[in-house]
C-alpha cells in the first residue's frame, strides 16, 4: 500500500511540474498541495452523493458534478 502511495505522489509531482511555471522545492509544498486536492474530491464525490440521494437517482449524473462542483470550488479557492 506505502508503494501506490508514493507512486501516486510521484505521478502528481511530475504533472504538477508539467502543468504549473512554478518550481516546488523538496519542503513538503507539493504534498500539502495534493492532500488539498485528495480532499477537494472527497468534498466534491460527497456532495453528489448528497445531491444524488436528495433526487433519488441511482446514477452519478453530470448535472450532480456541475453542481456539486459550483458549491465545492469555492471553499477551495485561495
Do not use: C, H, W
Not at 42 to 69: C, M, T, W
Amino acid at each position: 500500500m506505502a508503494n501506490k502511495s508514493a507512486t501516486s505522489r510521484n505521478k502528481f509531482k511530475k504533472v504538477l511540474s508539467s502543468k504549473t511555471p512554478y518550481s516546488f522545492k523538496n519542503d513538503g509544498s507539493d504534498v500539502l498541495l495534493y492532500l488539498t486536492y485528495i480532499k477537494f474530491l472527497n468534498s466534491l464525490q460527497s456532495r453528489v452523493d448528497e445531491l444524488k440521494e436528495e433526487a433519488g437517482s441511482p446514477e452519478n449524473l453530470a448535472i450532480f458534478y456541475k453542481q456539486a462542483a459550483s458549491e465545492v470550488l469555492p471553499k477551495f479557492r485561495g
